[in-house]
């Protein structure tokens, strides 16, 4: 199939999305075919994510949707990354989801942010996934490249 | 429309001739004969592109393939009862065998459904535009094969140098005009480009050698003015576009634009013709297919009749076989030789069929079936049609009944200056009679009586105006005009 599979999916996409986003999702930029930034708020009354907004950065390989797209949250002197015990402090986000294997080509740009919002919307918990430190200190690889042991299936 | 690099009317001398080896030049636009003959066989054209067709109007959302996200192109159903374009289900089970809905498990190929033809249908009936840049064609999808494949001037082929792996327009596409992948420097901007860029580098983005349009006073390429005058100048005379279909329109372009866009009848009529040729090539098509077809299957069926003896024979009395099958062994090598090649054409074509009696009378039921949707197109020609001639009687009577109404008005108001004239008269002869004062005239002083009377006379008259003029209120006085 041809090589601009993905950038078509993606304008398709993109004329959706500059159209209209559900509420609390905010595309920030989409310059290209390969990096899309985009805010998310949690809209209840969540305790954890009140007030704040928080920045996403998707980053699509050729082989996108095929392939899931590498998704992580950005630091931001403004815009911090959740608190949440899948999301490591440097902001690679350990979902099921956005894994080879829980990936599937119906997803889409908008629906992977309904997920972490979703994600954000159910957590009570206030820490960071165990090891966070380690990882952090200690990781080199991109996101895709990481062996995500999936803790439970219903985040 | 003429080579890319034909330089047009107004071109003055050249400062340099191009560098690299010029392709020659024809001037006279392809005939459809040519085009025809340019046609290469199917392998030497670009794939058509389904994700970059652009469709015209919405598009159902369920008729949207869910990974590619554009109307499905040759859909498959899993068994699960999940719809997916065949490419692109293909390329996600290569990651994971399970459907990226629900996740079911899927036997890629093996478990692949049909859709229903309703669904195809729906699909053929959308309308699309040309994918080739320079091309404005419209068409249902269905016929968009048909077109990119055979017909479009603008579909890439090729390129006819061997050594040369590019594609390029069909139309560019010829031996004679050489490989056009080439590079030289424009003679006006002295930017480099090859052939192939360079009508759009004119047209669009060189700003060399340029000359104002004396009707618009628009700075064009010098070579372009030609071109300018002939297609884009708006002060420039210019005929209808469905002139071919009868439109008498002819005028300064941008008048002709606005009589195009406000909506000019013979568009219909042109689409009509349009319709009648794709649909005559069809039927021609399709005829010229089953004659090859009826003269396959007859000289299938005569070998056929020729072997049966033989075979009987010798199913029959099992012991003369080895007698006959020197006389078989001849024969049968003699009938399958002339039998072989239109048989085995025949079942390239179409490996599905039992018999070649069945396959005729599928051919059949496809002719029939487009005849049928020929008769329907017509039909729906002819509603639309007649929906404009109602549209237009309808205007007519509004003002029919408009004119009817101011009529009625005139008719009220001759009605009061009589009355008036009479009872003038008759306050008149009854002055002169009972000898009172001889200038009553028209004033309203007259007596009572006879003014009630008048008007509800006129109450009367009027209402019978108003009927038409459905207008009210006003019954007491006369209106003014
Ligand atoms: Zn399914
Ligand atoms: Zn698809
Ligand atoms: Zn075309
Ligand atoms: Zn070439
Ligand atoms: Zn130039
Ligand atoms: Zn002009
Ligand atoms: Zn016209």
């Not at chain 2, 859909?75 to 289900?89: K, L, Q, R, S």
């Not at chain 2, 478990?111 to 249902?140: A, M, S, T």
């Not at chain 2, 077109?147 to 082929?157: D, L, N």
Request: aromatic share 6%.
């Amino acid at each position: 199939m041809s090589t601009q599979f993905a950038a078509k999916r993606l304008s398709k996409e993109l004329s959706k999305i500059s159209s209209s986003l559900p509420p609390g999702i905010e595309l920030v930029s989409a310059d290209n075919f390969e990096e899309w930034l985009l805010d998310i708020r949690v809209l209840d009354n969540n305790p954890l994510y009140q007030n704040q907004t928080y920045r996403l950065k998707f980053r699509f390989g050729s082989s996108y949707p095929i392939e899931p797209p590498e998704v992580v949250f950005v630091k931001l002197p403004d815009r911090p990354i959740p608190m949440h015990p899948h999301i490591y402090s440097n902001g690679i986000i350990c979902l099921d989801l956005l894994g080879q294997q829980g990936w599937s080509p119906v997803q889409n740009v908008e629906s992977v942010c309904m997920s972490l919002q979703s994600m954000l919307t159910g957590n009570s918990k206030n820490e960071r996934p165990p090891g966070d430190e380690e990882f952090v200190r200690g990781n080199r690889l991109r996101p895709k490249d990481i062996e995500f042991y999936y803790h439970d299936n219903d985040v | 429309m003429p080579p890319p690099n034909t330089p047009e009317g107004g071109v003055t001398a050249p400062t340099s001739p191009p560098a690299s080896p010029t392709p020659s030049q024809p001037t006279s636009p392809l005939t459809r004969s040519e085009i025809a003959e340019l046609s290469l066989p199917k392998s030497s054209i670009l794939e058509l592109d389904y994700q970059s067709i652009e469709y015209i109007g919405p598009v159902d959302e369920t008729l949207l393939c869910p990974i590619c996200r554009t109307p499905f192109h040759s859909p498959i159903t899993t068994p699960c009862g999940h719809t997916f374009c065949a490419g692109c289900i293909n390329r996600a089970l290569e990651l994971q065998s399970v459907c990226p809905i629900d996740r079911q498990p899927i036997n890629k190929t093996r478990d692949y459904c049909r859709l229903p033809l309703i669904v195809k249908d729906q699909l053929d009936r959308l309308k699309v535009k040309c994918p080739n840049k320079g091309c404005d064609h419209e068409c249902l999808r269905e016929h968009l094969e048909g077109h990119y494949g055979r017909r479009c001037e603008f579909t890439p082929v090729r390129c006819p140098e061997s050594s040369c792996t590019k594609y390029i327009a069909r139309r560019d596409a010829k031996a004679e005009n050489g490989c056009l992948h080439q590079e030289f420097t424009c003679r006006f901007c002295e930017k480099v480009l090859t052939w192939e860029e360079c009508d759009d580098h004119y047209d669009y983005s060189c700003n060399g050698a340029t000359a104002r349009c004396e009707e618009c006073g628009k700075q064009v390429m010098r070579h372009r003015l030609g071109k300018h005058l002939s297609q884009d100048c708006p002060e420039a005379e210019a005929r209808c576009k469905w002139h071919a279909a009868g439109c008498k329109v002819a005028d300064k372009r941008r008048v002709v634009q606005e009589h195009e866009h406000s909506g000019c009848t013979f568009e219909v009529i042109s689409r009509l013709i349009d319709q009648r040729a794709e649909d005559r090539e069809m039927i021609n098509d399709l005829t010229g297919r089953l004659a090859r077809l009826e003269a396959a299957s007859s000289r299938r069926r005569r070998p056929r009749e020729r072997r049966e003896p033989h075979n009987e024979s010798s199913l029959i009395n099992g012991s003369p076989l080895n007698l006959l099958s020197t006389e078989a062994t001849g024969a049968s090598n003699l009938t399958r030789n002339d039998d072989m090649s239109p048989s085995s054409g025949f079942a390239d074509d179409d490996g599905a069929w039992a018999s070649p009696e069945d396959y005729m009378l599928a051919q059949f039921e496809r002719i029939e079936g487009q005849l049928e949707g020929i008769r329907k197109k017509m039909m729906e020609m002819d509603a639309h049609q007649s929906l404009g001639l109602l549209q237009t009687t309808a205007r007519v009577n509004e003002q029919l009944a408009e004119l009817g109404s101011k009529v009625g008005v005139l008719n009220m108001h001759t009605t009061w200056l009589m009355n008036m004239q009479r009872q003038s008269h008759t306050q008149q002869r009854t002055a002169s009679t009972s000898t009172g004062p001889p200038s009553a005239g028209i004033s309203h002083a007259g007596d009572t009586s006879t003014t009630r009377a008048v008007s509800s006379e006129t109450g009367v008259r009027y209402q019978a105006g108003s009927r038409r003029s459905s207008s009210d209120g006003r019954g007491e006085h006369p209106p003014r005009l």
